[in-house]
Every structure is written in C-alpha cells, then in structure tokens.
T-cell receptor, first 112, second 112 residues
Framework: DQQVKQNSPSLSVQEGRISILNCDYTNSMFDYFLWYKKYPAEGPTFLISISSIKDKNEDGRFTVFLNKSAKHLSLHIVPSQPGDSAVYFCAASDGNNNDMRFGAGTRLTVKP | NAGVTQTPKFQVLKTGQSMTLQCAQDMNHEYMSWYRQDPGMGLRLIHYSVGAGITDQGEVPNGYNVSRSTTEDFPLRLLSAAPSQTSVYFC???????????FGSGTRLTVV
C-alpha cells in the first residue's frame, strides 16, 4: 500500500513563477516529512523537512506547508528557476519507525 | 569528503546469479539503508541498519541480504537474481533515523 502519494507525475511552470508540488499521506502516525530533489543519474538530495508540530518551514526559495487534518503537504518554490527542473520526492516517517516511506515523485520542468 | 559511495554504477546479471552491491560512507553515520527505485513506485526500503551489527527488514526485503560489520560499510547481497530485481538501487545514510538522508549516486541493475 502506498502510504505517501504524489498524484501529479509531472508539472511544468514558467521561469519566475511559483511551483507547487503536492503530497498526500494516509498514515496518521507520520510525524516528520521531507522533500528530496533528484537529477538524472544522481541520488536524491535532501531539500527541506518539517515536523508535525509545525505547519510551515521556509528555507530561501523553498517553503513546505503541512496540513495535518487533511494529511497533506506541499512544497512551494518561488521564484522557480530552470535549475530547479528535477524529480521531487515527498517522504514521511514516524519517530518510532525506521521505515521512511517515499512518494512516486513529481517531475518538475521550469521553462525559460 | 566522498559522502556515500556505491559500486558498481551499472551491472547486468543473468537470472540465478548472485552479486553484492557495495555501499560505504565516510561521515560516521549510524543509520544506513538500501532503497530500490522503480517507475511509478518511488523509493522502497529494502533493508536498514541503525548501527554496526544491527540490521532489519524494510518494505521489500525478499531476495536480499545485508550485514553491517562496520559503521562505514553496508553491502547488499542478491542471493539469486530475478528479472523482478531489475531496478536502480540507492544506498543512504544519516546521523539518525528520519533525518535528511545522504544518498549515493545509485547502481543500475539489469537482470536478464
């Protein structure tokens, strides 16, 4: 069963605009959420995370929002740059479980 | 500072062959794990280790063995390769479970 879902396989935005990537989860025990970015032929790289005690975490152009009641999180990239073009994975874990679950990924393309 | 090093980068096996995928990290991380990435499935946890001498199964452990004799190394063994094990394999490490993982660049395995 896929406990972390990214329902949009791809997203295309214009340079300078906002990119919004979405992620839903089903396991209410998850309390720590992460976003990873992956370029072709490379491993994923950690981008930003958020604990369930927060509803927002910001790091430069990247902001993650968490809506616990809806079991939904999103990653906002503002402004989007061509170098942001990559596959973005959402991941979730609970504090007592070593099993971090990943979504299927969303391919973001930022057009110049 | 190499981070997480995986070897080989590419491998073709015949059905029934065995092999070991190597993973080494130089960050003194206690937590290490193996994931496989398949199209539309995201990253799925195979096995993980919270320290030398301690390993446990993840979401998809069948057909794979691991051991952790040192903090630095976490090899993944395929006992008898099957076409269903064709995938890209990633090794990851972290100071602790659930923290932002550092991933290796991956091993692309094809079983024919």
């Amino acid at each position: 069963d896929q406990q972390v879902k990214q329902n949009s396989p791809s997203l295309s935005v214009q340079e300078g605009r906002i990119s919004i990537l979405n992620c839903d989860y089903t396991n209410s025990m998850f309390d720590y959420f992460l976003w990873y970015k992956k370029y072709p032929a490379e491993g994923p790289t950690f981008l930003i995370s958020i604990s369930s005690i927060k509803d927002k975490n910001e790091d430069g152009r990247f902001t993650v929002f968490l809506n616990k009641s809806a079991k939904h999180l999103s990653l906002h990239i503002v402004p989007s740059q061509p170098g942001d073009s990559a596959v973005y994975f959402c991941a979730a874990s609970d504090g007592n479980n070593n099993d971090m679950r990943f979504g299927a990924g969303t391919r973001l393309t930022v057009k110049p | 500072n190499a981070g997480v090093t995986q070897t080989p980068k590419f491998q073709v096996l015949k059905t029934g062959q065995s092999m070991t995928l190597q993973c080494a990290q130089d960050m003194n991380h206690e937590y290490m794990s193996w994931y496989r990435q398949d199209p539309g499935m995201g990253l799925r946890l195979i096995h993980y280790s919270v320290g030398a001498g301690i390993t446990d199964q993840g979401e998809v452990p069948n057909g794979y063995n691991v051991s952790r004799s040192t903090t630095e190394d976490f090899p993944l063994r395929l006992l008898s390769a099957a076409p269903s094990q064709t995938s890209v394999y990633f090794c990851a490490s972290s100071p602790t479970v659930g923290y932002g993982y550092t991933f290796g660049s991956g091993t692309r395995l094809t079983v024919v």
